[in-house]
């Protein structure tokens, strides 16, 4: 297990700050991977893997339609929340604080060139932390991210997933819903998907509040399986 994976978990942030941060990291290696090429060098590229906490905002990816996002600016202003329109796949993302979001910025070649794997993993990773809170948690056929309940009246969305790949470098990542306000919600349509409800792992646990860092280390745990990689602070 030689594959190693930087671990940086920064906390509260704001949405555009932490993008452009993602956006600095993942340049720096496809650049290096240009160069490698042209140069017929073998400098080895970094992986990434950051936690962020982010105050109330919503994103829109490439093929999103903007009209699943329920309300204008002043509103938007009045819940102290931001909206961007950003360079991932996906519909409209919901992100706030209570909220797990994890950015990997991998570069696939030190893993496997295979963006379907990719996801299945990232959402793997999530069905197997929530197994150890007791919950059957699954994939739902042509959409991205995690589920609760799949093919019942009463399925909910708990986990969000987009990402962005260039040469085989990804950006973004997925949302997992842990101490979130899930009212929040209900100024958009999740995903652009009618009619699905979303939930958080507080409410399905019937607790005020779950232990944050506890999900993430569980989180890295299975990441680290999965992609056979060693996480390093």
Known sequence: ?????????????????IWDFQEALFQKT??????????????????????VEH???????????????????????????KFYKINRGGDITYHGPGQIVGYPI??????????HKYLRLLEEMVILTLAE????????????GVWLDVGTPFARKICAMGVRASRWVTMHGFALNVNTNLGYFDLMIPCGIKDKAVTSLNVEL?????????????LLKHFGTLFEAEIVK
């Open 55 to 81: 105050p109330h905002v919503y994103t829109l990816g490439k093929s999103g339609d903007i009209n699943n996002l329920l309300v204008d600016e002043v509103e938007l202003a009045k819940k102290n929340a």
């Open 30 to 51: 496809v650049d290096l991977k240009i160069k490698n090429r042209h140069e017929n060098t073998k400098h080895k590229t970094p992986n990434h893997f950051l936690f």
């Open 133 to 144: 809170y007791g919950f059957k948690a699954e994939r739902s056929e042509g959409e991205t």
């Open 106 to 115: 991998l570069d696939l070649d030190n893993f496997f060139t295979d963006i």
């Open 1 to 17: 297990m030689n594959k190693k994976v930087q671990l940086q978990d920064l906390g509260l942030k704001d949405y555009q700050e």
């Open 206 to 218: 019937g607790k005020k509040e779950v232990d944050v860092e506890e999900v993430k280390q569980k």
